[in-house]
């Protein structure tokens, strides 16, 4: 019925929750029109996501947590990025702090929700 009507705002409002159903429904989709609709919703929720949470982490942040999301150690991390093992812990603790959790999978997690990672 939203595509048909352009509704966008109800779904938005939704959140997680419809997302993750649109993306389960999408590859059952087969009207042309729907997919297309499917994938704006898509598109504009990633986009309010980006919204909501703008420059939480900064690019540093982000760098070393893209480095534990592929299960580097902190040394490595180090290697990698050019740091010190207390830097790499250090940006640990802020990533930590601002994503308010208390573990390396945690923080996975709601950087994945937060569209960071």
Known sequence: MGAHTGLWRIFLDEGETLHALLVELKPRLEDA??????????EA?????????PEVLSEREIEVLR???KGLTYEEIGKQLFLSLNTVQYHVKNIYGKLQ??????????AREMNLL
């Not at 929720?45 to 949470?53: C, L, N, P, T």
């Open 33 to 42: 029109a729907l997919v297309a609709y499917t994938n704006q919703l898509l």
């Open 45 to 53: 929720a990633k986009a309010q996501s980006r919204d909501e949470y």
């Open 67 to 69: 480095y534990l999301a």
């Open 101 to 110: 959790v208390n573990k390396r999978m945690q923080a996975i997690e709601k």
